[in-house]
């Protein structure tokens, strides 16, 4: 260790008996040793001395005065004394000052901080309070340092940051104390604040609609919005929803999520209400499809009324429905509000019928049924008949109206039409060379009829055509092989129809009954 050299020349005490007194040198490391110095370490500040000048001989007395304290601080002397052979004495002294403080700084934190991510972001900017230090001697400072050795200013990603703050006195003491910063992982979800709703939509011809656009929040920010159709109408996508849905209920599940993953969810009906109605043909008492037309009554035979019922449906149940029938057209004079009516025209007349349900909503297509009134009576209480006959060629006939349900089988009501003149073959019997035989399954059909014409004729191609109850044609199939099978009138409305097969000069006739469609 340095030594420093002082030297005291004695002034406060001095006293000569003949020449100089003697100088006293002292030689001394500091006068602060610092802080909680050793023994040895005060002793080398407090210091050493020598003697020098006078007239020789002599001694040098050292004494150390006691310590005093003020607080952390230490103060003590050592002084000395000086003889001289002459009897010439000298004093001097050196006081040092010192610190005695063994006890570490003491760090005040605040509590530890728990917080949300900052709106839109996966991290919280936080304010960071310095901690207060506390020491008995000094006064210190805390550093903090960052556990993913970031600046104490930036921000905190999710998760627990810790934070170890130190505080050093001046005399080396120290602490510290562990701080922790959590950022809690988003676990708020998305707040629908408007779900969308949507009113009953009557059905339209292209299907589609409109849905409102769902509102929501959330913390961190919306990352989808999706939604799922199932029900009546089946899809998915994402943001708008509008578009196709089928006539029904269909259920709309929103999906909303934020990019923390957190979801919420709201669901939305579209109920479209598609009504249908139709008129099913309908037959006056005392006509069958074997004798008669349906939606039509015979001046002379069967009753003179007939019903006609308006079958009306929806795609949304339950439901309820109301009619206005009309004659001659839909702004005509209202004869019903009914579902069933009963009209006795003198004349064929067309009845149309208007259908709302309970939510407004029409069928698309405007509904009405011809009712055809045909004179049959040919007097003396006697009707025209159309039957037919073995030479091919059917004949009007007048007969007793009490005698129709006697008459040959495929007679029909009212007289014969001259687009149907061909020969009867009677399918049972075994034909000349060169003849048809036409079988048709099933026979009454509420469907499509599987027609087969047979013939021994294999040159010449079949011909068929079929008419109505009324001589108008209504489908024509050509180049028919004998023996192949036709699917015919699958769409053909209930009713009576003639199919007439024709190769060469040969014709046959069958007639077909069609119950529903």
């Not at 006539?247 to 009906?269: E, R």
């Not at 025209?384 to 091919?392: A, I, N, S, Y």
């Not at 007969?399 to 009677?426: E, F, H, Q």
């Amino acid at each position: 260790m340095f030594a420093l050299m002082q030297t005291f020349v004695i002034i406060g005490f001095s006293q000569s008996f003949g020449g100089t007194p003697p100088i006293i040198n002292i030689s001394f490391t500091t006068s602060n040793p610092g802080c909680n110095p050793s023994a040895a370490a005060i002793d080398a500040a407090l210091g050493s001395a020598t003697v020098s000048g006078g007239c020789g001989g002599g001694s040098l007395r050292v004494s150390d005065g006691a310590i005093q304290s003020a607080g952390c601080t230490r103060t003590q002397t050592r002084s000395w004394l000086a003889f001289d052979g002459c009897g010439n004495s000298s004093s001097a002294s050196h006081t040092i000052t010192w610190t005695v403080d063994v006890i570490a700084p003491i760090i005040i934190l605040g509590a530890n901080v728990s917080v949300n991510p900052d709106p839109g972001k996966q991290a919280a900017t936080v304010n960071i309070t310095q901690p207060t230090v506390l020491d008995s001697c000094t006064s210190g400072v805390a550093s903090g340092v960052r556990s993913d050795q970031l600046a104490l200013s930036d921000p905190y990603p999710i998760g627990v940051t810790a934070i170890t703050w130190t505080a050093t006195d001046a005399c080396g003491n120290s602490s510290t104390k562990m701080q922790s910063i959590t950022v809690v992982g988003d676990t708020q979800p998305p707040v629908i604040t408007r779900c969308p709703v949507v009113g009953l939509q009557c059905f339209n011809q292209n299907s589609t609609y409109s849905v409102p656009t769902l509102i929501a929040s959330d913390n961190v920010g919306i990352q989808s919005i999706t939604f799922t159709i199932s029900g009546a109408t089946s899809r998915q996508g994402a943001g708008d929803a509008s578009g196709l849905f089928n006539p029904g209920t269909s259920n709309i599940l929103w999906t909303v999520k934020d990019f923390a993953g957190n979801a919420s969810t709201c669901s939305t009906t579209v109920m479209t209400d598609k009504a249908d109605a139709v008129i099913p043909d309908t037959f006056a008492s005392s006509i069958t499809p074997a004798i008669g037309s349906p939606n039509t009554i015979y001046l002379g035979f069967g009753g003179a009324s007939i019903t006609l019922t308006a079958n009306a449906t929806s795609s949304i149940s339950p439901n309820s429905f109301t009619y206005k029938w009309t004659v001659d057209s839909p702004g005509g004079a209202i004869i019903g509000t009914t579902q069933a009516i009963t009209v006795s025209p003198t004349v064929t007349t067309t009845f149309f019928v208007t259908i709302s349900d309970v939510n407004n909503c029409t069928p698309p297509a405007l509904l009405s049924k011809q009712v055809t009134v045909a004179d049959i009576r040919c007097g003396g209480g006697k009707i025209v008949m159309c039957e037919p006959q073995k030479t091919g060629t059917p004949k009007s006939v007048c007969i007793p109206a009490t005698k129709v349900n006697s008459a040959p089988p495929g007679s029909l009501l009212g007289p014969c039409t001259s687009l149907v003149t061909v020969r009867i073959d009677n399918v049972e019997e075994q034909m000349p060379k060169g003849a048809l035989i036409i079988k048709a399954q099933p026979n009454p059909s509420a469907g499509a009829f599987e027609i087969q014409v047979s013939s021994t004729n294999d040159a010449e191609p079949i011909l068929l055509k079929a008419f109505d109850i009324t001589g108008k044609l209504i489908e024509v199939k050509q180049n028919i092989e004998p023996g192949q099978v036709i699917r015919m009138g699958k769409d053909y409305r209930p009713g009576i129809f003639m199919i007439v097969a024709s190769q060469g000069d040969h014709v046959a006739v069958m007639k077909l009954v069609k119950t529903g469609n």
